[in-house]
């Protein structure tokens, strides 16, 4: 139990989080893919039952943009509250593609290769993030 804002035990009651993985994903120019669904993100998803994550990375990329991508090391975890007791794990991985042409899915209205500096104004935090850490690895 943690201390509240009195200095009293505060219950904290457990959260279910489901996991959705990300690709922040590289071209061989460097540039990196956001794909548009009410704000720009990286491609990726969920993990089915039984399903390896770096499979569902794949799987989730090879959906929603027609791309065959290469899993490399996740560089950033996050949280994202859904409600009271729900939330979203994220994991981002950086990943790369030989190729740069995007099939879209019907998840998605619009996709952009852009240069790293450009596609930052247009992440939120956790995203940027990601970006940053992805670009260094």
Not at 25 to 41: K, N, R
Not at 120 to 129: I, M
């Amino acid at each position: 139990m943690a201390d509240d804002d009195r200095g009293e035990a505060a219950v904290t009651e457990p959260m279910t989080a489901a996991v959705s993985q990300k690709a922040v994903l590289f071209a061989p120019d460097g540039g990196v893919l956001l794909l548009d669904d009410d704000g720009w993100e990286f491609p990726g998803g969920g993990v089915d039952r039984g399903e390896h994550p770096e499979e569902a990375l794949v799987r989730e990329c090879r959906e929603e943009t027609g791309l065959d991508v290469r899993v490399g090391r996740p560089v950033h975890t996050a949280v994202k509250r859904r409600r009271k007791k729900r939330a979203t794990y994220l994991v981002f991985y950086r990943c790369t593609t030989e190729g740069t042409e995007v099939t879209l899915s019907a998840e998605h209205t619009d996709a952009r290769w852009l240069a790293p500096a450009d596609a930052r104004p247009l992440l939120n935090d956790r995203r940027t993030t990601a970006l940053d850490r992805a670009e260094g690895a």
